[in-house]
């Protein structure tokens, strides 16, 4: 696999909510659209979930263009490629920025399932011909609108519920929710926003039968977690603290977690996604696919890593049509009674709307392979 031309596109897209979670609520979202094109001038598609601002993790989607101009792509088109599992050998002499490599793999990985003519979920190993999923709502502004929402995503057939929470918005919110939902798939991201003085308060969360409670101590700590983890009945999940299998072997030796949110933009890329994966299978814990607010590549990408064996809980990978008024992506992505059903057409399966693209292309700039 050569690639010849490799463009990058900076997208600015509306959200149709404002998302608001403990650090900070977003509105718009800029993401950079990758295109790999090989020798035969097929097309592979990567997404960028680096957001604006360097909230959830160090990137952010200006940086990500800089390490893809100075030293990814340099890197990548230097020599020819056999095989996508190349890509992070290649690029390991960058410290993490894994969401800058996880894009330009994620259009490596596209390409090389086009050509051999396989799904990308096939590719990946995946034998899911449906996934199911459920719906992240963000922090709102008061009890209500939050039980109208949740309201509104189960009728849509959503199988369970995801609820931002903060110091101030927790306790009381939840019980709540209880109320309204005795029954429902439920649980809780605290995106970093407690610390380990907080484990009395967050034991009260142990009432409601929560799946899980992701990601409430510090967004790099896995120690503090394994002592929360002992005091808490409630499971665990790690986002922000897992940038690798090695983090991941580390935090479920320690039993900092009972349960991994593999996010395959954080862990840099589809390789290191499945190695996640395929530990954690062996580990018996569960992981289920988070998302970035992805625009229709990346979220076609989730879905095809969705179909791996040990994506078992449902992930955020909710429709196009929650988050857009048009997606860039045709079909866009589509749930069905909180199923969605993975295509399986060459690659990611759903067809590049160019005339989308253009239509939310700030900037564009095209790499050529040097000869
Ligand atoms: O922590 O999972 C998170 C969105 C942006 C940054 C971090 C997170 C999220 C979500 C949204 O929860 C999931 C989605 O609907 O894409
Ligand atoms: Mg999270």
């Not at 897209?13 to 990758?34: A, C, H, I």
């Not at 959503?158 to 919110?173: C, E, F, L, T």
């Not at 005795?182 to 409601?208: G, I, T």
């Not at 929360?228 to 935090?251: G, K, M, N």
Request: aromatic content about 6%; hydrophobic content about 40%.
């Amino acid at each position: 696999m050569k690639l010849e031309r490799i463009i990058v596109r900076h997208l600015d897209m509306n959200l149709k909510f404002p998302f608001t979670t403990s650090f900070g609520t977003q509105q718009r979202k800029e993401l950079l659209l990758l295109e790999v094109v090989d020798e035969n001038g097929l097309s592979g598609w990567g997404e960028s979930v680096a957001m604006m601002v360097p909230w959830y993790n160090e990137e952010t989607v200006k940086g990500n263009w800089h390490l893809l101009e100075d030293y990814i792509i340099p890197a990548l088109t230097k020599q020819p490629l056999e095989h996508p599992d190349e890509v992070s050998q290649r690029l390991a002499f960058i410290r993490k920025n894994n969401m800058a490599k996880a894009a330009i793999e994620g259009a490596i990985w596209d390409l090389y399932a086009k050509r051999r003519g396989l799904s990308l979920a096939r590719a990946l190993g995946g034998n899911r011909t449906q996934i199911e999923v459920g719906v992240s709502i963000g922090i709102q502004p008061d009890v209500q609108s939050l039980l109208d929402t949740i309201e509104s995503h189960l009728a849509e057939g959503y199988r369970r519920i995801k609820i931002k929470i903060m110091p101030g918005r927790d306790v009381d919110v939840i019980r709540e929710v209880r109320r309204y939902f005795p029954d429902v798939p439920l649980m809780a991201d605290a995106n970093s926003a407690y610390r380990l003085e907080d484990a009395n308060h967050l034991k009260q969360l142990d009432e409601f039968a929560l799946m899980m409670i992701e990601q409430p101590l510090a967004s790099d700590d896995i120690i503090d977690h394994a002592k929360l983890q002992a005091e808490l009945h409630t499971p665990i999940c790690l986002d922000e603290s897992i940038h690798s299998v090695q983090d991941a072997r580390h935090a479920i030796d320690l039993g900092s977690c009972k349960i991994i949110n593999i996010k395959v933009g954080r862990v840099g890329g589809l390789t290191e996604a499945k190695k996640i994966h395929d530990l954690c299978a062996g580990e018996h814990i569960p992981v289920w696919c988070g998302g970035m607010l992805e625009a229709g590549v990346g979220r076609a990408h989730n879905v095809a890593v969705t179909t791996l064996s040990n994506f078992v809980l449902p992930g955020d990978t909710a429709a196009s049509a929650r988050y857009w008024d048009e997606d860039i992506i045709e079909p866009e992505v589509t749930v069905e009674d909180g199923v969605i059903t993975v295509p399986d057409g060459p690659g990611i399966g759903y067809e590049v709307s160019r005339e989308k693209v253009e239509r939310y292309t700030l900037s564009s700039k095209v790499y050529r392979r040097l000869q």
